[in-house]
């Protein structure tokens, strides 16, 4: 397979991703790509991407290639291109806060992507809005969002051995102001962690700040390592809504509720199922104008 480098999307800890285009179809995709030597957290990203072909709710990777690129051997899995960017785009988009009617819709999609990446015995361990990609689609003929899992960089996988728990526990698994307290306290990192993460990107969409505001790094730390508090629920949120977080805050991990249960609740189980006006359009198209530096590539 040939392809054009059309663009660079940006750089994360493990690889660089890419716009691509293929010279035979003409399909975009996106390429993160990696020096093949440092490329075992990309292959193992591969690896869980490949365990949810056609999942609506996880991007969907089409598969893995090596390069050479300045003699440089290069490590490359193709992903389905999110052209709208990252939930963190789609916020700012909004003006930072998000409709609850939508915020209940998206919800409920990070949900059945959670469900399914929890029922094969996966945890995502750093769901974030960076690392949640946004994609255009169309419901009755109207414009609308799906909101698509990706990153599976820290990904914790079925009967990966953490006996030596004591040895990690000061090796955090996630970024700071998504942890769960169980997972600075014990790393005690279980399916429970994702939906901790999960409330705290519900606030950030309600509120357009992050769940634990202002805090400083120390301040964070001593909160999650103390483990007796939540985030703060929004006041002004309907009353389903904090039920829901409430239930996404359990302190007790084990008590917390699972993606399954809380599907059940009515703040997702009733979400409005009409699709979210956007002008996704306009959104495209300024993706596509700044289109540079095409780098041909073969392997
Ligand atoms: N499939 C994709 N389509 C479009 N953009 C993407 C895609 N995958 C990643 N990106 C963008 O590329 C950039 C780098 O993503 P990547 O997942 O490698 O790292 P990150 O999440 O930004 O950082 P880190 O790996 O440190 O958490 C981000 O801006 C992300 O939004």
Redesign the pocket.
Known sequence: MKWLRLKN?????????Y?AISTFTNEL??V?NANLEDSSTLQKERRIFERFPGTDEV?ECYGYCVSKEGGVLKYNIL?????M??L??LMRDCGGRILESHVRKYTKMLLKGLSCIHSSGHVHC?LKP??I?VFPRQVDGLSDIQLKI??F??AKEPGEDDSDKLFHMYQYRG?PCYMSPESVQFAEITPALDIWSLGCIVIEMITGRVAWGNLDSKELFNKLVYGNESPKIPEYMSESGKDFLRRCFELDHRERWTADTLLTRPFVDDAPLQPVETNTEELLSSCFACVVNSVLCEN
């Open positions: 999307l940006g750089q994360g800890s493990y690889g660089t991703v716009l995709f996106a993160k991007v992903l389905e291109y999110a052209p960017g990252s963190l785009n750093d960076a690392n990609l990706a990153d960089g820290l970024t």
